[in-house]
């Protein structure tokens, strides 16, 4: 993974609450769509990252930010947060679980995952083919 630059600005956006989700989306789907990403991978991205944020929200405090470029015929999309780090490489939940299809599901859509501690939490970068 290349070094990580955490700052959301300038293509990037914060998110705290519920109400952004919305922004969320759009910004990620504007985002994705100027850099390339065809419409059907752009809403398995924006599928992924509202996984993600949602996670945030539920099981965090403050919120956190996204950042989304393109590198090395890949868009990659970091999601940072305040919470720990997440446990990604399971087995998908049953139909009878009540959570934790989500990380799930962001692992089986993405072309890559990763995570990464990172001062005062967590970074999960996806990538998908462009």
Not at 78 to 98: H, T
Request: charged fraction near 25%; proline fraction near 4%.
């Amino acid at each position: 993974m290349s070094e990580l630059n955490l700052m959301p600005e300038p293509d990037g956006m914060f998110y705290e609450v519920a109400d952004d989700l919305r922004r969320v989306r759009a910004f990620v789907t504007e985002r994705a769509l100027s850099l390339g990403l065809s419409e059907g991978r752009v809403e398995v991205l924006t599928l992924a990252v509202s996984e993600l944020t949602t996670n945030t929200l539920q099981h965090t405090s403050g919120g956190g930010h996204i950042r989304v470029w393109a590198e090395d015929g890949q868009l990659v999309c970091d999601v940072v947060d305040k919470g720990e780090d997440r446990p990604f490489g399971r087995a998908m939940p049953s139909a009878e679980a009540i959570r934790g299809r989500g990380l799930a599901i962001v692992e089986r859509v993405c072309d890559a995952v990763y995570t990464t501690a990172v001062p005062g939490g967590t970074l999960v970068r996806i990538c998908l083919n462009l």
